[in-house]
């Protein structure tokens, strides 16, 4: 990393992610965005969505419908598979820990889409290395199950209100990139892929088989702490100031993230 990177990075403020919100920015290929747990104790949900490129496109690096083709390619799968195969490109986690053989990614890792292909790259991490892998996003069904009676705030929720602003407030040049992050809900079936919970403690006990458990606690964080990527493609970084006030994991209060794009 060059020395006028590293100084950005000690040095940036960053764009607000709002206590209980979220945000969403495009990142281009080679840039670097920075995540900052600005008071120390708040969890960000992190996704990574492809932005979608023209179907006349010469340069896309969208991973191919049909890879390593041959003569039979075209014909054997069925067209459900096909279906399936051509939908948006997104970060996924189960498909990052295959890559990895580990739960938690780290400096020089490399996390990986649903089609097995580079989205981002760790740069720098100050905290102390603790995120999850494997917890959903929380949901409006996750506080129902928590006892929360009427609306609560949700990271799933966030992300797509996140993504629908972003496209809102691209100029009409950006046309086709707008269009394709309305097109992102639609294209994953409604679905929000599981998130890269960024300072979130989620400790595995010892043990085999059913005997390992896991469990909520709070961030090992201290203000200020931030986490560094490097994006391997054009992709849209959605991020949410994770709400949950039920459970520990924000230490119980909710409160504002940072984030700066460098590059």
Not at 52 to 60: A, E, G, H, M, V
Request: hydrophobic share 35%; charged share 20%; with cysteine.
């Amino acid at each position: 990393m060059s020395p006028t990177v590293q100084r950005k990075l000690e040095s940036s403020t960053g764009h607000l992610i709002p206590a209980r919100r979220g945000a969403a920015t495009i990142v281009r290929r080679s840039q670097i965005i920075k995540i900052i747990n600005t008071h120390g104790k708040q969890v960000v949900d992190t996704w990574a969505f492809a932005i979608p490129t023209s179907r006349l496109s010469t340069s896309s690096v969208d991973a191919p419908v049909f890879p390593n083709a041959d003569s039979s390619s075209m014909t054997s799968y069925s067209t459900p598979a096909n279906i399936a195969a051509s939908v948006p490109e997104f970060m996924s986690m189960s498909h990052t820990r295959a890559s990895l053989l580990k739960l938690i990614p780290g400096v020089g890792d490399i996390l990986k889409s649903q089609k097995r292909a580079p989205m981002l790259t760790m740069m720098e991490d100050t905290s102390p290395g603790v995120h999850d892998t494997l917890i959903a996003a929380c949901d409006r069904w996750r506080y129902a199950e928590l006892r929360v009676k009427g609306y609560h705030e949700s990271c799933t929720d966030n992300c797509w209100d996140a993504i629908d602003k972003l496209a809102s407030s691209l100029p009409p040049e950006d046309k086709e990139t707008s269009e394709g992050l309305r097109e992102l809900q639609s294209g994953l079936g409604g679905r929000v892929p599981d998130p890269l919970n960024l300072f979130m403690n989620i400790p595995v006990t010892e043990g085999e088989g059913p005997k390992r458990r896991v469990s909520f606690e709070p961030p090992l964080t201290k203000q200020g702490d931030y986490v560094a990527f490097k994006a391997e493609r054009d992709v849209v970084v959605v991020m949410s100031s994770c709400p949950q006030d039920v459970l520990s994991i924000n230490g119980g209060t909710p409160m504002d993230a940072h984030f700066e794009v460098i590059g």
